[in-house]
């Protein structure tokens, strides 16, 4: 290793075209990751460029006011990355690095070792190479990978280990010969709060030679904080919560914590295409709202359809109509859970039951104009129920 390139050596195949393909991606997309200089297949060999020394051997030099400035830099940089669709699983001192930046304004910090992380966009096709360990990892995290490997142990027809504290030992060969799909670490629900668990710990080990200032300003409540939540609205609330309490800390202490710099890519189609995503989010957010809206108008069409035309309801209409009521308690009920899946089934339920009613309008009546424009209307809002994220 030099301070111009980094060389890293993977044990198999699988691992080092995994970690090619996140890095070309984050680096087009300008991440806070380092750039994938070179790529050797035969010798599973990758070059990239030097991004500073790990935080783990640089948390006892660093002084308060530099692990500030350090920390909002880590939260922003894992948080653009989770934005960027790669969810790494294992954030830790040890994979995160930190240099000085070009502009003088302190340090950015880079994320490293995407071989335990998730996307859509690269599918899993073998366990994350990691155990779970339930002292530390978040309990949804550790579920999932023991879930995963009890499926490797079986396929081999071997005893799924009790005790992951002790060493465990796999065989490589093993690993490369097994596939999977719909592994149980890719279904994760609160993805977010996962990687703020880790990114907990994180802080409590960069910030733990200085114990009497973080008890002083109460950092450590704010660092907890992001423990054990099951819910990514939350855990996007207690993000921004340590973020104003850090830089309510520096300015306390006599120092100044940088305002962060968007991480935009200077090619013009990829800046197109970040300020696309940024204004889609407001959109996203609250498009399960505007959904629930215009059910509840097409529902009320409906049924002045029936009153003005006179339908005479049979028992099929009843039944649906009072299975609809229920349908929407308990959508009303997950729209204030928040519950991804089941908002999304309860909602494409509800557009079924209208393209039934309105279908029952034409059969009777024989008018096309208003069942075919609210047909439309359910069509377009089920297919877009169908690609909202959860």
Known sequence: MNEVNFEKCFDNSYSYFREIQILTYLNQRNAPVPVLLKGSAKEKLITM????????????????????????????????????????????????????????????????????????????????????????????????????????????????????????????????????????????????????????????????????????????????????????????????KIKDHIREISENSGGSVPTPVPLISSDTVSVKRLINVNNFIPLEKYERYIHMALLAILFYVADRGYFHNQISINDLDYYTGLFAGLTWITYLILLVTRSGFGLKAFNVILCLQLGYFFFRIFLETGKFALPMISSIITLVIMIRIVFLKS
């Open 49 to 240: 460029e030097f991004v500073g020394e790990n935080l783990y051997d640089q948390r006892n030099v660093l002084s308060f006011q530099n692990k500030l400035v350090i920390s909002l830099d880590l939260i922003q940089a894992v948080y653009f990355i989770y934005e960027l669709g790669i969810l790494h699983y294992d954030i830790a001192l040890r994979n995160l690095t930190s240099k000085d930046n070009e502009l003088g304004k302190g340090s950015r910090v880079y994320v490293i070792d995407f071989t335990v992380s998730t996307s859509s966009n690269f599918k899993l096709q073998k366990p994350l190479w990691i155990l779970p360990r339930f002292d530390k990892q978040h309990k949804v995290f550790a579920d999932a990978i023991s879930a995963d490997w009890n499926k490797f142990f079986k396929f081999f027809n071997k005893n799924f280990p009790e005790n992951f504290n002790e060493i465990i030992e796999v065989s490589r060969q093993n690993y490369e010969n097994y596939w999977a799909e719909n592994l149980n670490v890719e279904r994760i629900q609160s993805p977010l709060s996962v990687i703020f668990h880790n990114v907990s710990f994180a802080l409590e080990e960069l910030f733990a030679s200085n114990a009497t200032e973080i008890k002083k300003y109460n950092l450590d409540k704010s660092i907890y904080g992001m423990r054990n939540i099951y819910d990514d609205t939350i855990t996007k609330k207690k993000i921004e």
